[in-house]
């Protein structure tokens, strides 16, 4: 696998994390929302650190979620 296969979020979608390790997804553009469960929001998070490809996000939540 490439970095040609890397996902990126969109600079337009912003994460608001509640309390309980959920999230809300919010597009300014097209202003729709979005929940995320607490496995969303690691994966939001992992990718908003960088370009990942599916195996780091794997990684990411094999590490989290052991």
Do not use: H, Q
């Amino acid at each position: 696998m490439t970095r040609d296969d890397s996902i990126l979020p969109s600079d337009n979608v912003i994460l608001t994390e509640l309390e309980d390790g959920s999230g809300v997804l919010l597009d300014l553009t097209t202003k729709f929302y979005f929940t995320l469960n607490a496995t969303g929001v690691v994966l939001w998070r992992a990718l908003a650190s960088g370009p990942r490809t599916p195996r780091e996000l794997a990684s990411v939540l094999s590490g989290e979620f052991a």
